[in-house]
């Protein structure tokens, strides 16, 4: 029965997302069945493509097609033109199946390049699928193609995709969930129905121009006017009486909700008036339920929590506002609203507001995070290395840089602002990491990102006087199989502040996490046995956290602080996971349509 409900509600939603993407015309939709219908050959496909140890996963081929393109579009009385994939904002949303391959070409319609990351997904030995620009490949220039081809595998919830270049990602960007192998069901109570909700960040100027006056300059980009659910910032703001994303739910019954923090800048906490959250699955994995009233969700972090509809019949809103953990910086304080309608509600009931936590409530934001485990399951055990090969200490925090000649910055003493990693502020190259990598072209990158700082100093206490990184292409050699340990370090350096640190191609354990220094006798308190997994993790303002990943992954992996302010000023580095000696832990050549670097 629960079952059945599941299936008919994916095949709903999946016929509704053919119409989404493809728009009404039946021609395309007619593909789609033709698509749905060759189950066996799809089938066969798979097993012959499939990767290693994971074959035993067969899915189906899914095909989608993004076309990026202009959309003029209309928030708080201000019009733009933004970049779009087929002119929707949030882009459509991508069902797959665990297990599925999945195909999407993607062609430019736009005058500037773009480049897509299907943010979270493991992309087991497909890293030329991955996405980030000048890091996997080059971008896709205005009037080419490139098809992305990879298969799901071991990881089962929502994620999402976004463009990875530039500012770009502020308006294209979407939701991918990952339903569960086909028969499968959640290790969680079977909800009625399923909602995503991408939250994200509006300016009424041109983003465009946004990163190119701050870029420049070398100072701070212009902060954002909005906030938004599902693309719409809800009547809170000027102007929006009528731009809200509206949920109806059927009272008694339960809805998982999909969130996604698609912002550029701020972490947030999300809340639903008088309504209770349960927490089942965060960035993909599924976790030790919890409930709560709030949630916290940094950039990059995604996270699945049923709600029950079992209020009295009315309207209430669902919020969410920042955490603003740099102390003395501005950042945009609003709050965006959509509104939770119970079915018989009165037009003109009056929606209620959430309590939300304070703008700079710190203790929420590590409470929640410190609240979270992994589910051992028998399809996803929990298998924390134990043991530590290689043993990494990246500080990760704001610096300066030199001005770039006949430029004028407004940085610190004429400098320009920077981030780095291990005093490294990450420079982009003009080739792709992973092309120089796998074809041995020599002058791209180095490999001598240091292990660790040169000195252990009081990184969270006074800053020192030298604000100064470094800047190169450095990266990290890996060899395959080995455990890595890695610990985050934020530095006071111009300010502490919670960095959400995500991983490309991994999950990784939380094993620890702190305020202050981390001191290696921290690591008598790590939790092995079931700390959370995640992709993309917010280390604390101020504090540390202790990361541990298997490197069964070759390729290049980016590594970097998802606020964009903090990525443009280069708190970046990339991992290089070396091949393994089977064939199946070898990189797979790269597709004949690998954008070429120009
Ligand atoms: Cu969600 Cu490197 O990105």
């Known amino acids: 029965m629960a079952f059945n409900a599941v299936e008919e509600g994916r095949t709903r939603v999946a016929r509704e997302d053919a119409m989404q993407i493809y728009g009404q015309n039946p021609l395309p939709l007619f593909n789609l069945s033709l698509t749905l219908s060759t189950v066996a050959l799809s089938i066969l496909l798979v097993l012959a493509f499939s990767v290693g140890s ?21 928030r708080l009385c201000h019009s733009k033109q933004v970049v779009s994939i087929n002119g929707q904002l949030p ?7 665990e297990g599925d391959r999945v195909i999407i070409k993607v062609t430019n319609f736009v005058d500037s390049n773009v480049s897509i990351h299907w943010h979270g997904v493991r992309q087991f030995r497909s890293g030329w699928a991955d996405g980030p620009a000048y890091v996997t490949q080059c971008p896709i220039q205005s009037g ?7 298969t799901v595998l071991s990881q089962s919830g929502t994620l999402w995709w976004h463009a990875h270049i530039t500012w770009t990602r502020a308006t294209v960007h979407g939701a991918l969930i990952i339903h569960p192998k086909r028969g499968v069901t959640y290790p969680f109570q079977q909800p009625d129905d399923e909602v995503p909700l991408v939250l994200g960040e509006w300016w009424n100027a041109k983003v465009e121009d946004v990163f190119t006056e701050f870029t420049a300059v070398g100072g701070l980009p212009n902060i954002s006017d909005a906030y938004t659910i599902n693309g719409q910032p809800g009547p809170l703001y000027k102007c929006s009486t009528k731009d809200a994303f509206v949920m109806d739910v059927t009272p008694g019954k339960t809805y998982l909700l999909r969130i996604i923090n698609a912002g550029l800048n701020n972490e947030l906490f999300f809340s639903v008036a008088n309504h209770t959250l349960l927490v089942v699955e965060t960035d993909a994995l599924y976790t030790k339920p919890f409930s709560t009233k ?5 950039p990059g ?18 919020a969410a506002r920042p955490y603003a953990s740099a102390v003395n910086a501005s950042f945009d304080n609003t709050t965006t609203t959509a509104i939770l309608n119970y079915q018989g509600s009165s037009d003109s009931a009056q929606p209620i507001l959430p309590e939300l936590p304070e703008f700079n409530d710190t203790a929420f934001a590590d409470h929640f995070d410190s609240s979270l485990r992994s589910l051992p399951t028998t399809d996803y055990p929990v298998n924390v290395p134990q043991t530590v090969d290689r043993s990494l200490f990246f500080t990760v925090g704001l610096a300066v840089k030199p ?15 920077a981030a780095a990693v291990n005093n490294v502020s990450f420079v982009l190259p003009h080739v792709a990491l992973l092309q120089a990598h796998y074809f041995n072209i020599q002058g791209v990158f180095t490999t001598d990102l240091p292990d660790q700082p040169a000195q252990l100093l009081d990184f969270t206490g006074k800053p020192p006087k ?5 800047e190169g292409t450095k990266l990290t050699v890996i060899p395959y199989g080995v455990n890595v340990q890695l610990v985050l370090q934020d530095t006071s350096t111009l300010a502490t502040e919670n960095h959400p640190i995500h991983l490309h191609g991994y999950n990784f354990f939380v094993v620890g996490r702190g305020f202050g220094n981390f001191h290696p006798a921290n690591s008598s308190s790590f939790n092995l046995v079931d700390p959370p997994q995640r992709n993309t993790l917010g280390v604390p303002a101020g504090g540390w956290a202790a990361l541990r990943f298997k490197a069964d992954n070759p390729g290049v992996w980016f590594m970097h602080c998802h606020l964009e302010i903090h990525n443009t000023w280069g708190l970046e580095m990339a991992f290089i996971v070396q091949d393994g000696n089977r064939p199946d832990q070898k990189m797979l050549p790269p597709p004949n349509d690998l954008p070429r670097c120009v």
């Open 91 to 97: 882009g459509p949303t991508i069902h797959v199946n």
């Open 301 to 318: 972090q995604t996270m699945s929590v049923l709600l029950q509809a079992n209020q009295s019949i009315g309207k209430y809103y669902i």
């Open 54 to 74: 994971h074959a035993e996963h067969a899915g189906i081929t899914r095909n989608f097609e993004f076309n990026v393109t202009y959309l003029n579009i209309s």
């Open 466 to 470: 030298n604000l100064e990184a470094a």
């Open 294 to 298: 709030t949630i916290f969700i940094t």
């Open 144 to 150: 080419d193609s490139y098809t992305y081809n990879f």
């Open 403 to 417: 001005c770039p000649l006949n430029h004028t910055c407004v940085g610190p003493n004429g400098n320009s602002l």
